[in-house]
């Protein structure tokens, strides 16, 4: 088994190998690129991606200091009309922005840190910091479905952001090493904008992830050249890109079934033109 060099792990690659070896294997190892569908219908799961996309953008601009005003010209969807009004009756009370004098922000903020041989990246959409030291991990989720908590509480994110904010966030908490017990993570879904969910972290759970994370690490690495087995939970193939490749069938899964429902991906080629928002006079 061969990574290149300059392989770095995320959330979603890990995520990829605990479901699917198979799948892991043909993306990152083989870089095998297949034409099928992730979900259907197919338009309807592109558009509901890209305004998910843009949505971020806008959250990220406006956090960036751009008037709430100036970016309602952006919204041309019935989606992104609704998250996005969710998040201005919302943003304040939930980040602490109208209690917390001197919260400090940061938006769209990438980090990265070594995990074995290679490095573990992400890239968060909001970190608050609060004058108490305590710092919260913001998830902007346009998922149609609001999954179980149980299910939520297993995903990779849940695992992997938290710990690597504790391992590789100091320039965040004014250069001092940040305590587990200090952070915690909200995950925000604009269809569902009474319902945060939040995870606190602790220390126990800090060293219970550098474990798993390191344990997953050392799997892969381990794992020889020959074909990597397919998962056992064929549910999760309809959702894949490589199901016909694999004989796991031809038709995508419905886009409002699963229990992850659709976001935009980590690969999603999809981008706000900030010059657009550069030319709006405020």
Request: contains cysteine; aromatic residues 12%.
């Amino acid at each position: 088994m061969t990574l290149p060099d300059n392989f770095q792990f995320s959330q979603g690659s890990l995520q990829d190998f605990v479901d699917c070896r198979r799948r892991f294997q043909l993306r990152y190892i083989e870089r095998r690129a297949w034409p099928a569908l992730q979900t259907e219908p197919a338009m309807e799961a592109e558009r509901h991606m890209r305004q998910g996309a843009l949505f971020h953008r806008l959250v990220q601009a406006h956090l960036l200091g751009v008037p709430a005003e100036a970016l309602d010209a952006l919204i041309q969807d019935a989606d992104l009309e609704r998250w996005w009004g969710h998040y201005l009756e919302n943003v304040k009370d939930l980040t602490g922005f109208r209690n917390l004098s001197g919260l400090k922000v940061h938006p769209e903020i990438s980090l990265s840190a070594p995990l074995g041989n290679y490095r573990l990246v992400a890239k968060y959409d909001l970190v608050t910091v609060q004058p108490d030291g305590g710092l919260t991990i913001f998830d902007w989720k346009t998922s149609r479905k609001l999954p179980k908590l149980a299910w939520l509480a297993e995903r990779l994110q849940t695992r992997v952001y938290p710990y690597l904010l504790v391992q590789a966030g100091t320039d965040l908490n004014q250069g001092m090493p940040i305590t587990p017990e200090k952070v915690s993570m909200v995950y925000w879904y604009a269809d569902h904008p009474d319902q945060p969910v939040r995870f606190d972290y602790n220390q126990a759970d800090y060293q219970k992830d550098a474990e798993y994370l390191q344990a997953l690490v050392d799997t892969i690495q381990r794992s020889g050249d020959d074909q990597f087995p397919l998962t056992d939970d064929e549910r999760r193939c309809a959702y894949c890109v490589y199901r016909s490749l694999c004989d796991r069938g031809v038709r995508a899964g419905d886009m409002d079934a699963s229990e992850e429902g659709l976001e935009e991906g980590e690969d999603f080629d999809f981008e706000l033109d900030f010059e657009q928002i550069a030319e709006i006079e405020f």
